[in-house]
């Protein structure tokens, strides 16, 4: 039996339309941290209320920065986009105690997902294993979810 590999060539206009995409979910998941975050628990203080234009502020500055600086440099070589992916995913694993209700997790694990899905794809192109950008992915979908489990809980049964 024999198996081909049929390579799916992106073009850069399809990965920055991509990456675009995924900034502004993320900015957008993040905004939704943030103000359940706030507003969600039984007795949300005045000062937290008052903190959420500026946190979600804080999200989108954040979300420039990875998405507009880091991730179009770590994408031009795939060795640097899986690393960075499982840095990011690391990053954002570490950071949930500290910053879940800030939506800052959100936007980091996003960025380590979409790293780790590019690292995926030029492997599978060149017929090379993509262990790391797999852990990349799986770590940062790991984030996501645990953040997000944690806010959820945090504002309903741990009240």
Same mark, same amino acid.
């Given at each position: 039996?024999?198996?081909t590999?049929?390579?799916?060539? $992106?073009?850069?206009?399809t +990965?920055?339309?991509?990456?675009?995409?995924?900034?502004? %979910?993320?900015?957008?998941?993040?905004?939704? +941290?943030?103000?359940?975050?706030?507003?969600? !628990?039984?007795? /949300?203080? /005045?000062?937290?209320?008052? *903190?959420?234009?500026y946190?979600? @502020?804080?999200?989108? %500055?954040?979300?420039l920065?990875? #998405? !507009?600086?880091?991730?179009?440099?770590?994408?031009?070589?795939?060795?640097?986009?899986? @690393?960075?992916?499982? @840095?990011?995913?690391?990053?954002?694993?570490?950071?949930? /105690?500290?910053? #879940?209700?800030?939506?800052?997790?959100? %936007?980091?694990?996003?960025?380590?997902?979409?790293? @780790?899905?590019?690292?995926?794809?030029?492997? *599978?192109?060149?017929a090379? /294993?993509?262990?790391?950008? +797999? $852990?990349?992915?799986?770590?940062?979908?790991?984030?996501?979810?645990?953040? +997000?489990?944690?806010?959820?809980?945090?504002?309903?049964?741990? %009240?």
């Amino acid at each position: 039996m024999s198996t081909t590999n049929i390579g799916v060539t $992106t073009s850069p206009r399809t +990965t920055a339309a991509r990456g675009v995409a995924a900034a502004v %979910v993320a900015v957008l998941g993040a905004a939704v +941290t943030a103000i359940y975050g706030s507003y969600g !628990g039984p007795s /949300p203080s /005045p000062s937290q209320e008052q *903190a959420v234009p500026y946190v979600v @502020g804080a999200d989108i %500055v954040v979300a420039l920065l990875v #998405f !507009g600086l880091l991730l179009p440099w770590a994408r031009r070589s795939d060795n640097r986009a899986s @690393g960075w992916g499982l @840095g990011l995913s690391v990053l954002g694993l570490v950071a949930i /105690p500290i910053a #879940f209700w800030s939506g800052v997790v959100i %936007v980091i694990a996003v960025a380590a997902i979409l790293l @780790g899905v590019h690292a995926r794809r030029a492997a *599978a192109q060149a017929a090379r /294993p993509a262990k790391l950008a +797999t $852990t990349a992915v799986a770590v940062g979908a790991a984030a996501l979810v645990l953040s +997000t489990a944690l806010l959820i809980l945090g504002n309903t049964v741990l %009240v």
